[in-house]
């Protein structure tokens, strides 16, 4: 399906949690979903398999609250798909178009007590933990789509502020962990003093990527932070293995890489780039060349961006193609069966029958199937190269970390006050840090 380019699935572990857990861990797992049509099943995914990697890592499961759409209403809730039926793609451009762009929506079923995602929920949650003090640790997740301006609950929004007020109704540790859309914006809601530190799927003026209906691979930041969970004893560690395995256009950061992009206009940088701790690393991992001065990584970062526009044009240039040929059929084609009352999928497939044949019969099945074919490989040419720039982005975050010492002394303390939270256990992890990392997904085309 071309208007799927990335895609999430739940994913059962053979490992059994530990028994031995720790009361004084607690966590907050939301997915506010937005509305019925823009919850995908995929944000239920990421609550599924980070619930369960916290239970392994000590966190006891009534100290996991979770919030999630509209809270185990009976009503439908949740947007999802069977996946890709051959020829779909035939129906772009013409008056079924919505068949394809358009999801089936449905009640979402979890064995998990949920409370709805709402301000007033949270609000309720932290009126009861508010006897939380520094001996506590809560980890407080998101799943989700956001804005510029905050984060998507069930047909509302949490602002920036709103959050700052929620984690300083009471005394814990705080962590916060966030995949959706602009997520680094929350940076400015953490107080390192107070021992509250994150990391974020990408900065507050950014896309994440990996949210998404079809079921049938794991993709994006928030698999990447369960895979990392299962192993790594700190923020610090899980962030650095979600830098090398995320292969969506992600741009991972720390609260603390965070504070230093919000402050330092240009970064100075004199020695040798590739020379920096994970540099190498990312170049070898998504095949890229080595950089090795500063003002070669910012040329890089500026042709990959210019790159991505003009694969972007192409891909749209494509897809109008297929859409215009794809009418063309469907007006030179006999009327269409009727599908009123038919469930979407057996629609979709009649419909698509029905025009391939036509279009099998005229002789002009070929040239649809090369027009297809284009438009997907210039989206999957689009989804590599903003990998590649999200890449070189990764290592310009390292890079910058290099001049924390010109900081000024204010910003150095909560520079440092960042660091200490995210270098600091977050309960005990089930497992061990595996020899090898997970293909990619995208490499083949651009990388």
Known sequence: MLTLLLACVPWKRAYAPDDGTDPNLHAVLINGGGSVEGNYSSHLAHLVETREVLLGRGFPGENIDVFDSDGGHPDKDQAWTWGTLEGEDLLIGTEFEHLVMEFPTRNSTWEVPREPATTDALGQWALRHENLDDDDVLLLYVTDHGTPEGLNLWYETLYHHQLQSLLTSNEARVVVAMNQCFSGGFETALDPHQGQCG???????????????????RTGHAFALV?????????????????????????????????????????????????????????????????HTLDALYELIEQDKRAMAESEEALMDRMDALAAANAWNARRAPA?????????????????????????????????????????QAGEAFMARSTREAVRLRQLVLVRRTAVHSLPRDLLGDY??????ETEPLGTPPSTRPETLPPLTWRDQAL
């Open 336 to 376: 269409p069966p009727s599908v009123e009352g038919l469930p979407q999928k057996a629609a979709t497939e009649l419909l698509v029958s029905h025009y391939r044949a036509h279009a099998e019969a005229d002789g002009t099945w070929p040239g649809l199937q090369k027009l297809i074919a284009a438009a997907e």
């Open 227 to 291: 895979d990392a969970l299962m192993w790594a004893n700190t923020v610090d560690e899980a962030h650095a293995a979600v830098s090398l395995s995320d292969d969506a256009p992600d741009v991972p950061m720390l609260s603390s890489d965070l504070l230093l992009e919000r402050v330092m206009e240009e970064v100075e940088f004199n020695g040798d780039v590739h020379e920096v701790p994970g540099v190498a690393a990312l170049a070898e991992r998504f095949g890229l060349e080595p950089v």
């Open 416 to 421: 440092e006050a960042f660091r200490q939270c």
């Open 199 to 217: 990391l974020f799927a990408v900065p507050g003026d950014r896309m994440s990527f990996g949210c998404y209906p079809i079921l049938d691979e």
